[in-house]
């Protein structure tokens, strides 16, 4: 039996950005039909080379759950939620499952407690986007190039009033694919915004990116210590 996160912890909306998690506000996009299985998905290829893959919608009885996920070889580098239940317990939900995703790099992960019928309808949301870019990855000669030319590099390790922080920072070429904590304080408003700053950094690809109200040293330790793994990249 897989354990169950808290939501607690993310509960604050204001620390979830809209632009990645944006619950869907059309209904009149969500399909009135009978839903297609969640195997169903569609792909597209991007002119860099990534695949960017969406999902068939499943419906819930709290609401439609759609994934776009962006792929670099077998790599998953970005999830972004097409539609989602309008509630405040997905809202704070989506931001746990999708950084579990980039550090699982599967659609084995936690359910969220309080957020059971979104997490397993997002999992085999998930999970279709995964088995749809693995036809495509299998044909491509270049994903086994991709996978080559990766390189994980460390941060430096920062120490603040609050704990240490150090990031360790994947690049395929020059973009950022994953970033992982080596460091971080043990705080609650911490571990809410480390997801939030994770996102904001494999949008804009860099360290130019806002700092998390209520956990402004960790953000600014963060940055410093992802620049300096950008740095270090050469």
Do not use: C
């Amino acid at each position: 039996m897989k354990r169950a996160i808290p939501v607690v912890v993310l509960s604050i909306a204001g620390l979830v950005p809209v632009w990645l998690y944006q619950p869907s506000a059309q209904s009149s996009t969500v399909q009135t039909t009978t839903p297609a299985p969640s195997t169903s998905s569609s792909s597209s290829s991007g002119t860099s080379g990534a695949n960017v893959v969406t999902s068939s919608t499943i419906n819930t009885e709290k609401g439609p759950v759609q994934l776009q996920v962006t792929f670099d070889g077998a790599k998953i580098t970005a999830v972004k939620t097409l539609q989602q239940p309008n509630h405040p317990q997905t809202t704070a939900a989506v931001p746990v499952l999708v950084a579990e995703t980039l550090e699982a790099q599967s659609a084995d992960i936690d359910t969220v407690s309080g957020a059971t019928i979104t997490s397993e309808a997002y999992k085999k949301s998930l999970q279709a986007t995964i088995d749809d870019n693995a036809k495509t990855a299998s044909a491509s000669p270049s994903a086994s190039a991709s996978e080559a030319a990766s390189r994980t590099v460390d941060g430096s390790a920062l120490s603040t009033e609050k704990g240490p922080v150090q990031v360790q920072v994947t690049f395929v070429g020059t973009k950022i694919t994953a970033v992982k904590m080596l460091q971080q304080p043990n705080h609650p408003q911490t571990t809410a915004a480390v997801p939030v700053l994770v996102a904001e950094t494999l949008e804009a690809q860099s360290a130019d990116i806002d700092t998390v109200s209520g956990a402004t040293i960790t953000s600014e330790a963060y940055k410093t210590s992802l620049q300096a793994a950008i740095d270090a990249r050469g």
